[in-house]
């Protein structure tokens, strides 16, 4: 029987949207690219009960999906937010029916939808946690490792982490640079938790020599092929030992069923962005859930307030394996809240303040944007 959740209505009166520019402290290389400044939306919906913030974890450009920050900009600006200023008084359990005849857009919608989660709960003294299900005080805490210059520099930066206190590492791969690269990590630390990521970098053309990748005894293998091939990643699944953990191909609940029925994965990365919000994320966790598959929380380079609720929502006990859920430092000198997440013997505390249950710094926001609207009633 699923949780019953329902948070108080509260009357949306602005949304102000802006676009922050966030330095990283090294620059992030995977299949798709190298970043160095994190382009991000964050939203702050003002109610006549409380504010809320919520984030829109789109890249600059299309490169994992289809959503970028310029085009969520716009379906925001345009679509989205008239829509719920139209909506007036409304629960964060109906944002999703309301923003649903606009089609995707997810990651936008997801960010709508937590910052007017986060002011109703606010508005209640209720934190995000307990509302989503949260059976834990803390979680443990993973590190996704970009890709480095060689194999060697990879087990320096993987060390770096390790000594930090990661309980688990990711690496990610492409074509060229799998094998070898998770060979000198195995080699150098042994049997440590240790996943693999390809963000799609594959086809099943290249399926010998992901089976080289099962002597290496990982946790996972994380979208080796594109995100619509879901009867290719059955097939490879059947292949593989390495258990086959989809993220970019897992939309929604349906797409979770859909792919669960078809045997194309056997883990779920959970994204709140990926599926349009953390109330599809926890649908996606409770499918999961009774169909016995291990879930983990996926990170999109969040900043203190993605980051606080991605604590709360891996805290949900369908959540067995560790998530990318990183102390800020991973990517951020300066972060835009008050007391950033840091990392305590491997793990990350699930914040108990009310909503989010963290504090925005104002002057940390203001330095950072680059671009601001306010969109009224
Ligand atoms: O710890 O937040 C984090 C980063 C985790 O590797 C990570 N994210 O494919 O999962 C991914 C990847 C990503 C980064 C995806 C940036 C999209 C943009």
């Known amino acids: 029987m699923p949780i019953a959740r329902a948070a108080a209505p509260v009357t949306l009166e602005a949304v102000e949207l802006r676009v922050l520019h966030l330095p990283l402290v090294a620059p992030f290389t995977t299949s798709f690219g190298t970043e160095t400044v994190r382009e991000v939306i964050i939203v702050r919906a003002r109610t006549s009960e409380a504010d809320g ?191 086959v953990c989809l993220d970019e191909s897992i939309v929604s609940a349906k797409a979770a069923a859909d792919a669960i029925a078809l045997r194309a994965a056997s883990v779920v990365n959970i994204k709140a962005g990926r599926v349009g919000g953390y109330l599809e994320a926890v649908r996606v966790h409770d499918l999961c859930r009774a169909s016995g598959l291990p879930v983990w929380c996926g990170g999109m380079l969040e900043t203190g307030i993605g980051r606080a609720a991605n604590a709360a929502l891996a805290a949900l006990p369908g959540f067995t394996l560790p998530g990318d859920i990183s102390a800020s430092d991973r990517f951020y000198a300066r972060d835009i809240v008050t007391e950033p997440i840091v990392l305590e013997d491997g793990h990350v505390r699930v914040p108990t303040g009310p909503g989010i249950g963290v504090e925005i710094d104002p002057v940390a926001l203001e330095d950072a944007t680059v671009a601001r609207v306010e969109l009224r009633r």
Request: aromatic share 6%; proline share 6%; hydrophobic share 45%.
């Open 53 to 243: 913030w919520g984030e829109i974890v789109t890249q600059q450009a299309p490169l994992y999906s289809s959503e970028y920050t310029q085009g969520a900009w716009d379906v925001a600006e345009r679509y989205l937010v008239p829509a719920l200023l139209d909506a007036g008084t409304l629960a964060p359990e109906d944002v999703a029916g309301a923003l649903a005849p606009f089609v995707g857009h997810r990651m936008a919608k997801a960010g709508l939808e937590l910052a007017i989660l986060d002011a109703s709960l606010r508005s209640t003294a209720r934190p995000l946690g307990e509302y989503l299900g949260a059976v834990r005080d803390r979680v443990p805490s993973g590190v996704s490792v970009g890709i480095q210059r060689d194999p060697a520099a990879l087990v320096d930066t993987v060390a770096a982490y390790l000594d930090q206190g990661y309980v688990r590492i990711k690496i990610k791969i492409k074509p060229g640079r799998d094998v070898a690269d998770t060979a000198a990590v195995r080699d150098a630390f042994g049997t440590i938790p240790l996943q693999v990521d390809a963000n799609s970098a594959y086809t099943l053309a290249d399926i010998d020599t992901l089976a080289e990748l099962d002597r290496f005894d990982l946790l996972l293998i994380e979208q080796p092929l594109q995100e619509d091939d879901i009867v290719d990643h059955a097939t490879l699944a059947a292949r593989l030992r390495t258990p």
